[in-house]
């Protein structure tokens, strides 16, 4: 199973329930790549479109490439007021995309998929001489520590499919651990000037919808049908048990730097 396609299989949830991104962080990012209508930007895995508006709303010529069919065509319908927003469905590694002719490239909780030998040489490839690449990440985290340990357990008990998963209460010391190997990884394929900055934020689902969400999760969706619905059902009655909803605490990780 490719991991990258089982998205396609949800779309609407996983546009509906994944998080957007602060708007702190799409301005910073803005700011540093100087982004405007009279430039070019490239986004690696659009997804559902958490991250594209706020770049789109600079002017700029804004092309998506979506490996999932049916996410490709949900983003394409959802930003189709956008006269120069183009999306190209396929994988971002056979792409065929024109090098140095952008100015801004950069991914929202996609690039892990790529393997960095092949993902970073071809981003520096397309961009042009002071081009800006980055990438963005979640990391989600509860709040609530009883509800935290309660799904400690419900996944241990399905851990012939999880393994040593766990569910970190607290996010930062593996944000920090992250960034520095992306900061590392920016200077080892050539770029300068590298930044990274870290943003915090929550959000709350009620219970249906935070096991829906978690049944949008790649290693979710490659669990036997038959046991996920009986794990989302327990996901599901361990929110309901600890007050109804969950709530995130949210780490959002920018990385950039640019080509010289």
């Not at 930007?41 to 789109?56: D, H, R, S």
């Not at 799904?151 to 960034?179: C, H, M, N, V």
């Not at 979710?220 to 059902?233: K, Q, V």
Request: charged share 25%; with cysteine.
């Amino acid at each position: 199973m490719d991991l990258r396609l089982t998205f396609d299989e949800v779309t609407e949830d996983y546009g509906r329930l994944r998080p957007h991104y602060p708007d702190a962080l799409s301005a910073d990012l803005i700011a540093y790549s100087m982004l405007n209508d009279s430039k070019n930007a490239l986004e690696i895995g659009i997804g559902a479109g958490q991250a594209t508006l706020p770049f789109l709303k600079t002017g700029c010529a804004l092309t998506a490439v979506e490996i999932g069919e049916q996410l490709a065509r949900y983003s394409k319908e959802k930003f189709v007021e956008y006269e120069r927003f183009t999306v190209i469905n396929q994988e971002f590694e056979s792409a065929l995309l024109d090098d140095e002719s952008f100015d801004m490239i950069y991914s929202a909780t996609a690039f892990h998929w790529i393997k960095p030998e092949i993902g970073f040489p071809k981003v520096y490839r397309l961009l042009k001489s002071g081009g800006v690449f980055a990438w963005i990440s979640v990391q989600p985290a509860p709040s609530d520590r009883n509800l935290h340990d309660e799904l400690e357990a419900i996944y241990g008990k399905y851990s012939r499919y999880f393994g040593d998963k766990t569910l970190e209460f607290d996010r930062t010391p593996d944000a920090i651990r992250t960034q520095a190997r992306r900061v590392n990884a920016f200077r080892q394929f050539g770029f300068v000037e590298v930044v990274d900055m870290l943003y915090r934020d929550t959000r709350s689902l009620k219970a249906s919808d935070y096991a829906t969400l978690c049944g949008t999760y790649s290693d979710h969706r490659a669990i036997p049908e038959a046991d996920r619905i009986l794990l989302l059902g327990e996901i599901e009655d361990a929110v309901n048990r600890c007050g109804g909803s969950f709530t995130f605490a949210d780490t959002f990780l920018l990385c950039m730097g640019r080509k010289p």
